[in-house]
């Protein structure tokens, strides 16, 4: 199998390294080589989180290079906006819809973009999804991100079952049902 790319971005807090945990672990459970790369950006301040994640039967460094992700998930509009270029022609970008406004907005020396996500769907393959408002309604906002996953994971070649067992190895034993509900709801969408 050739190197498949995955990029996740977001905002320090989202679950990015979560997420990236549970897509490294579905794959080396398939048995390829697996390498991720994080980078923080002010993640505590609510900075750029990006975590890139490459697997295939050979993969020798795990940065992705601009124009070469397979799949894009952002856990933020304007993180979706700012990270795209790093997307193939063909790629998929998997977003959620939610703003997150950076201090340079909080603190009125920038305006928020309008229009992202339409703006992108003119260039890129775009799925939306307000992953925010589905957690809520699975009483927990936090898992926003697993839902996310659950969206992505329609994506790419592995079993319900492998990212369930991935799962519940992964996050802690108490949180393991409403993890696994949540992908179930984003693998639904």
């Not at 505590?44 to 039967?57: A, E, L």
């Not at 795990?62 to 270029?85: K, N, Q, S, T």
């Not at 305006?111 to 809520?136: F, G, H, Q, R």
């Amino acid at each position: 199998m050739d190197t498949r790319n995955i990029m996740i971005v977001g905002v320090g807090g989202q679950g990015t390294l979560l997420t990236s945990r549970v897509l490294g672990g579905v794959m080396q459970d398939a048995g390829y080589t697996v390498k991720m790369s994080e980078v923080h950006g002010m993640a505590q301040r609510g900075g750029s989180v990006v975590t890139f994640v490459r697997y295939g039967d050979e993969v020798f460094e795990p940065i992705v290079e601009e124009g070469c992700a397979d799949l894009l998930i952002a856990f933020e509009r304007l993180e979706a906006m700012r990270y795209a270029h790093f997307l193939k022609k063909d790629g998929v970008l998997i977003v959620n819809d939610q703003r997150m406004d950076p201090m340079p907005v909080v603190m009125g020396a920038a305006a928020y973009p309008e229009n992202i996500i339409e703006d992108l769907s003119k260039e890129y393959k775009v799925i939306s999804v307000d992953a925010m408002a589905e957690a809520k309604k699975l009483g927990n906002p936090k898992v926003f991100n697993v839902i996310i996953l659950g969206v992505a994971a329609k994506h790419m070649d592995f079993s319900v079952e492998s990212w369930n067992s991935v799962i519940e190895k992964t996050v802690k034993e108490k949180f393991i049902d409403i993890n696994k509900q949540a992908f179930a709801t984003g693998y639904a969408i």
